[in-house]
């Protein structure tokens, strides 16, 4: 008789630890469990065996999740052996139902030893199971409660219900995705605010973190984004105007768009920093392969994570995907400022301007005569606008500012640049533009 290896164990007797070695061997190459034969390889024999094998079949199939009854057959021998062959599992991370799936209850093999799984193996398996896809992988953590997301959906007239969850993504096999993560009270993700008094965002006035479900950050952020729209009321004779820093609806799309369109696969927070000229948000993820910012600016969206829009979109949060963007442009479309799209590898930004700092800005431009001001064109003026607040911006920046390619930006800069109201400083990509004299 062989001895105890990585592909072998021995049982005298069936014991509650047998699961924890079906597991290991499931979750590793597979493996043969002998009840029956001690530590040693000696026969030992079973008592009672029909019972003992009906104890075996239904412990197996009852305490272990996923089902692994499929990997898994049953032999007897000279009816004193029980011989148990655990094929490896196709659905990786195997686990004890009471444990759930986490190192005290998900085990794999090493050496002759079933031992604790890490962190890392048990994120490890769930990738090569599922795939990159973050919000359809099993999570980690399966005691999740929706109180947050029932009362969503209440709110807007849709059934949330244990039967609906299969559907929505939530449950795959019967087992918590990471959606359902997202969208639970127990949610490791955040949304950080911060308030700064200068332009850098250096010196804080105040900041908050919101937790918990995406619903009730996206209503927790909503409310205290709110409060930092302020209005401006100007008076015209006998008529007074009020007008909002920021269109309401561009806050919400940008904050839906930052939320919907994030990479979960990493930690840390949604960052929105609000001043008194602008408001910006930042959000992980850059732009999925292929797409560029015109492409966004025109309405062209691949969603990141589909079935949290699906989610969103169901609950008539979002209309469709790529309007979002599209509809803050048009409600900038009558201001002298523009917002602005800033993306790298990982992180994308846009940046609202305040409408009533803006045009604030432009009202005390010095006027150097009627005629130039009478020449500068509103592309000119957007671009004026933006140095003031900037202090410069490249050549590629003027092209994402305005949405042109780069001949009419070139001519642009050179007409406004003939007109004295911009110098060129550098050549190539190392060009740069800022206001006459600064």
Same mark, same amino acid.
């Given at each position: 008789?062989?001895?105890?290896?990585?592909?072998?164990?021995?049982?005298?007797?069936?014991?509650?630890?047998?699961?924890?070695?079906?597991?290991?061997?499931?979750?590793?190459?597979?493996?043969?469990?002998?009840?029956?034969?001690?530590?040693?390889?000696?026969?030992?024999?079973?008592?009672?065996?029909?019972?003992? *094998?009906?104890?075996?079949?239904?412990?197996?199939? /009852?305490?272990?999740?996923?089902?692994?009854?499929?990997?898994?057959?049953?032999?007897?021998?000279?009816?004193?052996?029980?011989?148990?062959?655990?094929?490896?599992?196709?659905?990786?991370?195997?686990?004890?139902? &009471?444990?759930?799936?986490?190192? &005290?209850?998900?085990?794999?093999?090493?050496?002759?030893?079933?031992?604790?799984?890490?962190?890392?193996?048990?994120?490890?398996?769930?990738?090569?199971?599922?795939? /990159?896809?973050?919000?359809?992988?099993?999570?980690?953590?399966?005691?999740?409660?929706?109180?947050?997301?029932?009362?969503?959906?209440?709110?807007?007239?849709?059934?949330?219900?244990?039967?609906?969850?299969?559907?929505?993504?939530?449950?795959?096999?019967?087992?918590?995705?990471?959606?359902?993560?997202?969208? &639970? /009270?127990?949610?490791?993700?955040?949304?950080?605010?911060?308030?700064?008094?200068?332009?850098?965002?250096?010196?804080?006035?105040?900041?908050?973190?919101?937790?918990?479900?995406?619903?009730?950050?996206?209503?927790?952020?909503?409310? *205290?984004?709110?409060?930092?729209?302020?209005?401006?009321?100007?008076?015209?004779?006998?008529?007074?105007?009020?007008?909002?820093?920021?269109?309401?609806?561009?806050?919400?799309?940008?904050?839906?768009?930052?939320?919907?369109?994030?990479?979960?696969?990493?930690?840390?927070?949604?960052?929105?920093?609000?001043?008194?000229?602008?408001?910006?948000?930042?959000?992980?993820?850059?732009?999925?392969?292929?797409?560029?910012?015109?492409?966004?600016?025109?309405?062209?969206?691949?969603?990141?994570?589909?079935?949290?829009?699906?989610?969103?979109?169901?609950?008539?949060?979002?209309?469709?995907?790529?309007?979002?963007?599209?509809?803050?442009?048009?409600?900038?479309?009558?201001?002298?400022?523009?917002?602005?799209?800033?993306?790298?590898?990982?992180?994308?930004?846009?940046?609202?301007?305040?409408?009533?700092?803006?045009?604030?800005?432009?009202?005390?431009?010095?006027?150097?005569?009627?005629?130039?001001?009478?020449?500068?064109?509103?592309?000119?003026?957007?671009?004026?606008?933006?140095?003031?607040? *900037?202090?410069?911006?490249?050549?590629?920046?003027?092209?994402?500012?305005?949405?042109?390619?780069?001949?009419?930006?070139?001519?642009?800069?050179?007409?406004?640049?003939?007109?004295?109201?911009?110098?060129?400083?550098?050549?190539?990509?190392?060009?740069?533009?800022?206001?006459?004299?600064?």
């Amino acid at each position: 008789m062989q001895y105890e290896s990585e592909r072998i164990e021995y049982k005298s007797q069936m014991i509650e630890d047998l699961y924890r070695e079906v597991i290991a061997f499931a979750n590793s190459d597979g493996g043969v469990i002998y009840i029956g034969i001690d530590d040693q390889g000696n026969l030992t024999g079973i008592d009672h065996v029909d019972e003992t *094998y009906t104890r075996i079949t239904n412990g197996i199939r /009852d305490a272990i999740a996923p089902d692994v009854t499929m990997f898994v057959r049953y032999v007897l021998q000279d009816n004193q052996v029980i011989r148990i062959e655990v094929g490896e599992g196709s659905y990786k991370p195997y686990y004890l139902k &009471s444990k759930g799936m986490k190192p &005290s209850g998900v085990y794999v093999r090493q050496g002759a030893s079933s031992v604790q799984a890490s962190f890392d193996q048990i994120r490890k398996m769930i990738k090569e199971a599922d795939g /990159d896809n973050y919000e359809s992988a099993r999570c980690l953590e399966q005691n999740l409660t929706f109180t947050a997301a029932e009362t969503a959906f209440q709110c807007y007239g849709v059934e949330f219900s244990v039967e609906k969850y299969r559907a929505l993504g939530i449950t795959q096999n019967d087992i918590y995705t990471n959606l359902a993560l997202l969208l &639970s /009270d127990q949610c490791l993700h955040t949304i950080k605010i911060a308030v700064f008094s200068d332009e850098l965002c250096t010196v804080f006035r105040d900041s908050k973190e919101f937790g918990g479900s995406l619903f009730r950050q996206f209503e927790d952020s909503v409310n *205290y984004l709110a409060l930092c729209n302020k209005t401006v009321s100007t008076i015209k004779g006998v008529v007074r105007t009020d007008k909002k820093d920021y269109p309401e609806e561009a806050i919400r799309e940008a904050l839906l768009n930052a939320i919907v369109h994030r990479d979960y696969s990493f930690s840390g927070s949604i960052i929105i920093n609000v001043n008194d000229s602008k408001m910006e948000f930042v959000s992980i993820g850059g732009l999925l392969p292929g797409l560029s910012t015109d492409d966004i600016r025109i309405g062209i969206s691949q969603p990141r994570n589909k079935k949290l829009a699906e989610v969103f979109h169901r609950l008539r949060l979002i209309e469709s995907y790529g309007t979002g963007i599209r509809r803050i442009y048009k409600l900038y479309e009558n201001c002298s400022a523009q917002p602005v799209i800033e993306v790298t590898a990982h992180a994308f930004k846009i940046i609202l301007p305040n409408m009533n700092a803006a045009g604030a800005a432009v009202k005390s431009m010095p006027e150097t005569s009627e005629k130039v001001s009478a020449a500068i064109t509103s592309q000119m003026k957007i671009v004026l606008d933006y140095l003031a607040e *900037y202090g410069e911006m490249t050549e590629e920046e003027l092209q994402d500012l305005l949405n042109i390619k780069k001949t009419r930006a070139y001519l642009l800069a050179r007409q406004m640049y003939e007109k004295g109201l911009i110098d060129i400083l550098g050549r190539g990509a190392a060009k740069r533009y800022r206001l006459k004299g600064l």
